[in-house]
C-alpha cells in the first residue's frame, strides 16, 4: 500500500492504521517476544518481576494489546521503557502505567512528553503528555538493571532519529531493541523539529552494526525483526542516498531540483513503498547535508 503522507497527514493514517491493525505476536528467543501492528514495534520480557515492556504503541490499539500481553504470561505488567518520544511509541503509556507499569526513558524524552511539541514534517503539534504518561526514571548516557534474570542495558544514542533515542538490549539472550534508528525495509523518518538529522542516523546505525554479531536479533523500530546482514543493507543505503542528495546541494541544486534528480532511485522498489515516499525522505535528507 502506497501512502501520500503529504495529502492525509501522517499522524492520523498511523493512528487509523492501528485502530484496525490485528497484533501479531513472535517470540523470539528466551523469554523475549515481539507484538507487531500498533505504530513501533513492541517488545516484551516475561517472568516473575513482571511484564517488562519496550515501546507502548497506540491507545486505539489497547484492547488487541492487553490480551496479546495476557497470552504471553500471567505475569502482571510493572515496567515500561520508551525507545524515543514518538507517539507511536508512547502514546500507550498511560493505560499502560495504569495497569502497573513504571516508565523509564532518555531525560529529552521526558522533557519532549512534558510540553507542546511541533513535528514540523507531520504537520502536527503534540500537546503535553498526561503527567501520568511520563518516565518517572531518566537517565542521560548508560543505565544498566537486571530484571526477571536479564540485564538490561538502555544506552543513548546522541542526536539520531530524534534528540531522545535509546537502544535496549537484552544481554544474556542477545537480543537489542534499537528504536526507530532502524526501519526494516522503509526509509526512516527523520524527525529536525526534535534534534534528529541523518549524519546522526548513520552514525546510530555505525553504532547497531558494530554492537551486534551475526547471532544477534535486532529489533528495529518499524518493519519485520531482523539481523546484522539487513542492519548492514540498510546502512549502505543510508550512505549512499546521503551521498547523491549531498552531491546535488552542493551543485547548487534546490530541493525541487534534488527531488526531481531522483537521487534515491536505485532504492525505492525496496525501502520507498511505506510512509515515508522517495520525495519526503529525500527532503529530510536534503535538511540534513
Ligand atoms: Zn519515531
Redesign the pocket.
Known amino acids: 500500500m502506497k501512502i501520500n503522507a503529504e495529502e492525509t497527514g501522517i499522524v492520523p493514517t498511523m493512528i487509523n492504521a492501528a485502530s484496525k491493525a490485528k497484533i501479531e505476536v513472535h517470540t523470539l528467543r528466551r523469554n523475549i517476544s515481539v507484538l507487531e501492528g500498533s505504530g513501533g514495534n513492541i517488545a516484551v520480557l516475561t517472568g516473575e518481576d513482571g511484564k517488562l515492556v519496550i515501546d507502548a504503541g497506540f491507545t486505539v490499539s489497547k484492547p488487541r494489546i492487553a490480551p496479546a500481553l495476557k497470552s504471553l504470561s500471567a505475569d502482571p505488567i510493572t515496567r515500561l521503557i520508551n525507545t524515543?518520544w514518538?507517539v507511536?511509541?508512547t502514546d500507550g503509556n498511560a493505560w499502560l502505567h495504569a495497569a502497573g507499569a513504571a516508565i523509564t526513558a532518555h531525560e529529552n524524552t521526558k522533557k519532549r512528553l512534558s510540553t507542546s511539541t511541533r513535528v514540523d514534517d507531520w504537520s502536527y503539534t503534540f500537546p503535553p503528555a498526561p503527567p501520568e504518561a511520563r518516565p518517572t526514571t531518566t537517565f542521560r548516557d548508560v543505565h544498566r538493571f537486571h530484571h526477571n534474570d536479564t540485564t538490561l542495558t538502555l544506552e543513548y544514542y546522541g542526536p539520531a532519529?530524534t534528540d531522545t533515542d535509546i537502544s535496549v538490549a537484552f544481554e544474556e539472550a542477545d537480543v537489542i531493541h534499537v528504536g526507530?534508528t532502524w526501519w526494516n525495509g522503509f526509509y526512516p523518518?527523520i524527525d529536525y523539529s526534535t534534534g534528529g538529522g541523518i549524519d546522526g542516523m548513520i552514525r546510530a546505525t555505525k553504532r547497531n552494526l558494530s554492537a551486534v554479531t551475526d547471532k544477534t536479533i535486532i529489533i528495529p523500530?518499524h518493519g519485520r525483526v531482523g539481523n546484522k546482514a539487513g542492519l548492514s543493507e540498510y546502512c549502505d543505503m543510508l550512505v549512499a542516498i546521503r551521498g547523491n542528495v549531498s552531491k546535488l546541494k552542493k551543485q547548487g541544486k534546490s530541493l525541487a531540483e534534488t527531488i526531481a534528480a531522483k537521487p534515491t532511485a536505485a532504492y525505492d522498489a525496496k525501502w520507498g513503498q511505506f510512509l515515508m515516499t522517495p520525495a519526503l525522505f529525500t527532503k529530510l535528507v536534503y535538511s540534513g547535508v
Open positions: 524515543h514518538h507511536d511509541h532519529h526507530d523518518f523500530g
